[in-house]
């Protein structure tokens, strides 16, 4: 049986030895005995500890393993977790549109919710440009100690593009850089069944009145569902893969 995991391109000497690396590992095969496919992490300058990870996401299906192996690490070295997503411009023309960044809003904002939940500190923040480029300059900017992503998009051209992404921040990164590959199958691919799935949570923790504000959306194959209940404001978050849900009772966190 191969191991969970593989490395490449780690520092020779003593530096394999620190204490930094033996942890990451940890909490990389943690995460990789729930059934991930091998994880690779690439560690060109090895550093005293994680205090900042970032995590880029576009919002497909590919990036819920990046998220939670991303937030296993973070959760191991307390560290802020940043969520990046990009809103892409260069060779294959440019993206921008309204519905692009909302999209990149809903893809941060779903990293936000996961670590909030996490109970860690998260930074998001949308930007626009040549994706490659765009991770590698908030890396440098944001004083990131390790980079967490996926290594392939939705289907198509998102797969072409996602993975050529990855393969330059691999190459070009200069802190550590974790890929991880898509294996789920998502099981709630109907818009319906996420909103009937996310009444049903609502009922269960005793919401009452419930009603739909808007069409469910997915990102990060997680259904975001956004309803109202006895004058609550709050967005129900399906797992695609699980059918699991989460509530995020806006009306509640601002009344704290």
């Not at 930007?127 to 939705?154: F, K, S, W």
């Not at 797969?159 to 190459?171: A, I, N, Q, W």
């Not at 890929?179 to 099981?187: C, E, G, K, Y």
Request: negative net charge; proline residues 4%.
């Amino acid at each position: 049986m191969s191991h969970p995991y593989q490395t490449d391109e780690f520092s020779a000497g003593a530096e394999l030895e620190s204490k930094r690396v033996r942890q990451t590992l940890n909490a990389a095969v943690s995460v990789a005995q729930m059934g991930v496919e091998p994880i690779y992490v690439r560690a060109p300058n090895v550093r005293a500890m994680y205090d900042h990870v970032l995590i880029p996401t576009d919002g497909s299906d590919g990036t819920r393993r990046s998220i939670t192996h991303g937030l296993a690490i973070a959760d191991q070295f307390d560290a802020t977790v940043h969520a990046l997503s990009v809103v892409p411009e260069g060779p294959f023309g440019t993206f921008e549109s309204e519905a692009a960044t909302e999209a990149a809003r809903r893809a941060v904002d779903r990293v936000a919710m996961e670590t909030r939940a996490a109970d860690l500190e998260t930074v998001t923040t949308v930007a626009q440009g040549v994706p490659h480029e765009e991770i590698l300059a908030y890396a440098d900017d944001n004083e990131i100690d390790l980079i967490v992503m996926g290594t392939q998009g939705r289907t198509g051209l998102d797969r072409v593009l996602v993975g050529s992404v990855t393969e330059r921040v691999v190459r070009m990164a200069d802190v550590p850089v974790v890929t991880v590959r898509l294996t789920d199958d998502i099981r709630i691919t109907d818009a319906e069944e996420a909103r009937e799935l996310a009444h049903e949570q609502a009922e269960q923790e005793g919401y009452e009145d419930v009603t739909s504000v808007s069409e469910p959306h997915r990102t990060s194959a997680s259904w975001i569902v956004p309803l109202e209940a006895n004058g609550h404001s709050m967005q129900v978050h399906i797992d695609a893969v699980s059918g699991e849900g989460r509530i995020a009772d806006r009306t509640r966190d601002e009344d704290r």
